[in-house]
């Protein structure tokens, strides 16, 4: 079985500076993808950048990228200049490459980003 | 392209009554998910359809759910005899088979169900 877990419910990061967010995963599997989801107060899930588990360089899109420690089974998120539209829920998530149910995401609790102005 | 698409954004029911909800994929998406969500959760996975095939179903949808795809287009997903147990947001995503990355899920807006 999969499981994602995220340690910090709330963070708080003032605009304009970097924060990371956590997400450490747990499976048996050696090739599996990981998954980082926006979720505004509105209730969309919005992807934001996805890291391969036999991925070499750690994935980046704009301001988001994802600090991969294969062997300490971590992907961190790090936003750089925070803006106040960075506000939301931020969910990790991760699924098989192969094997039974390799379309289904796992997903963390979640961590409440706050931007301050 | 236009986003996936849930019907409605709200739906508020008195227990024991039948609701029916919506989900419009991305065209073209051949993949199509239900996943439910609880105030503080992070998203659990109930369904997945590929084409008109309903190829697994959670332990969590109860006999009391249904899920169809009849065409392989949009997808409704049916709660009979609600339980206040069952409020909660339902989240529609779909993806394309064999696109990327790694068949990246895209998902609806949900539907807010209150079960009163």
């Known amino acids: 079985a999969q499981k994602i877990t995220q340690t910090q419910p709330g963070m708080f990061v003032q605009e304009k500076e970097a924060v990371t967010l956590d997400c450490t995963y747990d499976t048996s599997d050696q090739s599996y993808g990981l998954f980082w989801y926006k979720q505004p107060s509105s209730g969309e899930m919005i992807f934001l950048i996805y890291q391969g588990s036999y991925d070499e360089q750690n994935a980046t899109e704009g301001r988001y990228s994802l600090n991969f420690q294969k062997a300490r089974k971590s992907a961190n998120l790090v936003i750089s200049a925070s803006q106040l539209g960075d506000s939301a829920m931020y969910f990790c998530?991760?699924?098989?490459?192969?094997?039974?149910?390799?379309?289904?995401?796992?997903f963390g609790k979640g961590t409440l980003l706050t931007v301050n102005p | 392209d236009t986003g996936v698409s849930q019907d409605p954004r709200h739906k508020i029911t008195k227990r024991g009554q039948n609701v029916t909800f919506r989900c419009d994929p991305i065209?073209?998406?051949?993949?199509l998910y239900w996943y439910r969500q609880t105030l503080g959760q992070g998203p659990e996975f109930l369904t997945y359809?590929?084409?008109?095939?309903?190829?697994?179903k959670s332990r969590l949808l109860s006999d009391r759910f249904s899920a169809e795809r009849p065409k392989g287009s949009f997808s409704t997903l049916e709660i009979q005899r609600t339980e206040q147990g069952d409020s909660a947001m339902y989240l529609c995503?779909?993806?394309?088979?064999?696109?990327?990355?790694?068949?990246?899920?895209?998902f609806g807006p949900g539907t807010r169900l209150t079960v009163l």
């Open positions: 998530a991760m699924r098989r490459h192969s094997g039974g149910s390799n379309y289904k995401l796992t």
């Open positions: 359809f590929q084409n008109e095939a309903q190829l697994e």
């Open positions: 995503a779909s993806s394309p088979q064999r696109g990327g990355p790694a068949d990246t899920q895209y």
């Open positions: 065209s073209e998406h051949n993949r």
